[in-house]
């Protein structure tokens, strides 16, 4: 209790705050939700032992454990903590571009909606004994939390999402590439981020990060101005990752060719985690979490019944 309470000294009131409102957010809309994200047999590299269950066809001779098969006639498989439990590593942008927030009533930054919506899938993945870790990043991996199933771990990662900030610039590319020694081969990886820039490039690094990590999701976060661009007077648009990049100009004669390029850009990613077999979903700020999170659960579940991943 003590280490407890100096952490917790550590925050400003606004911080606990908001802590505080991270924390029921995720717990709101988790136990709100009668799903759950798939358990995967992840089996192979822990040396964890976790407990025995019954031999069934179709198992590895080599998980039988001969000594317990000795003393009781029966044959039982040893299981391991990866064999039980999915390792996801939920993977944040903070990068400058992150800071954008529509000026429409209750409008969330979309790193305070990618924030949230990672706590919530922390949440899901810890209460449902499976491990959950976290890594924050900009120009470089800024924070890491390496995945586990306690409890308590869902308040170091809770604090380390409530107290993050975005800024500066980004080659998400790049910082996916330095995640790569952290992940485990069959565990999880999951991207939130508005997935801006180079789409052929981000394609490039999450196809490498799927050929060595045996799931990968990537969850694209857009503001509702980035989506419909509703500007109709004369506006500055400034850059949010380079202070020096601005520039004034008519919105309505701009819209139709930026439609057009996010289309495209969307195209390239949408098309490109298909043909590698990453999961990829667009979201809104503006859209509520737990229909967020219950839609891809429900895909997931739909997709398993079908025989995916």
């Known amino acids: 209790m003590q280490r407890k309470a100096s952490f917790l000294g550590w925050f400003s009131p606004?911080?606990?705050?908001?802590?505080?409102?991270?924390?029921?957010?995720s717990r709101g809309v988790v136990e709100g939700l009668s799903g759950g994200i798939h358990r995967s047999r992840l089996i192979g590299a822990s040396v964890d032992f976790k407990e025995h269950r019954p031999y069934v066809p179709g198992d590895e001779v080599r998980s039988i454990d001969w000594k317990l098969f000795g003393k009781t006639d029966?044959?039982?498989?040893?299981?391991?903590?990866?064999?039980?439990?999915?390792?996801?590593?939920?993977?944040?942008?903070?990068?400058?571009?992150?800071?954008?927030?529509?000026?429409?009533?209750?409008?969330?930054?979309?790193?305070?909606?990618?924030v949230r919506l990672a706590a919530c899938f922390a949440y899901l993945l810890i209460s449902q004994q499976d491990s959950a870790g976290v890594a924050t990043f900009?120009?470089?991996?800024?924070?890491?939390?390496?995945?586990?199933?306690?409890?308590?771990?869902?308040?170091?990662?809770?604090?380390?999402?409530?107290?993050?900030?975005p800024g500066g610039e980004t080659d998400i590319g790049a910082v996916?590439?330095?995640?790569?020694p952290r992940l485990q081969k069959r565990g999880l990886a999951m991207i939130l981020s508005d997935c801006l820039g180079d789409p052929q490039a981000l394609v490039r690094s999450v196809a490498l990060m799927k050929s060595q990590v045996r799931n990968v999701i990537v969850c694209q976060v857009l503001d509702d101005?980035?989506?419909?661009f509703p500007f109709q007077q004369r506006t500055m648009f400034?850059?949010?990752e380079k202070t020096d990049h601005s520039v004034v100009a008519d919105p309505i004669a701009l819209r139709k060719a930026?439609?057009?390029?996010?289309?495209?850009?969307?195209?390239?990613?949408?098309n490109g985690f298909r043909q590698y077999g990453v999961e990829f979903l667009s979201v809104r700020t503006s859209e509520d979490l737990g229909e967020v999170v219950g839609k891809f659960l429900s895909e997931?579940?739909?997709?398993?019944?079908?025989?995916?991943a």
């Not at 590593?89 to 529509?102: E, R, T």
């Not at 996916?176 to 790569?180: D, K, N």
């Not at 997931?300 to 995916?308: E, F, I, L, N, W």
């Open 238 to 240: 400034r850059s949010l």
């Open 225 to 228: 101005d980035e989506w419909d």
């Open 258 to 270: 930026y439609l057009e390029k996010l289309q495209k850009h969307q195209f390239v990613l949408t």
């Open 176 to 180: 996916l590439q330095s995640m790569l």
């Open 300 to 308: 997931r579940t739909a997709k398993q019944s079908m025989g995916g």
């Open 74 to 114: 029966r044959l039982y498989i040893r299981q391991f903590e990866d064999e039980t439990n999915m390792r996801c590593v939920l993977i944040v942008d903070q990068s400058g571009s992150m800071k954008y927030q529509s000026e429409t009533p209750n409008a969330v930054s979309k790193h305070d909606y990618a």
């Open 138 to 165: 900009d120009t470089a991996i800024r924070n890491y939390i390496p995945p586990k199933s306690q409890p308590s771990h869902l308040q170091l990662i809770t604090e380390l999402l409530a107290n993050s900030t």
């Open 14 to 25: 606004r911080d606990l705050s908001r802590l505080t409102q991270l924390q029921m957010i």
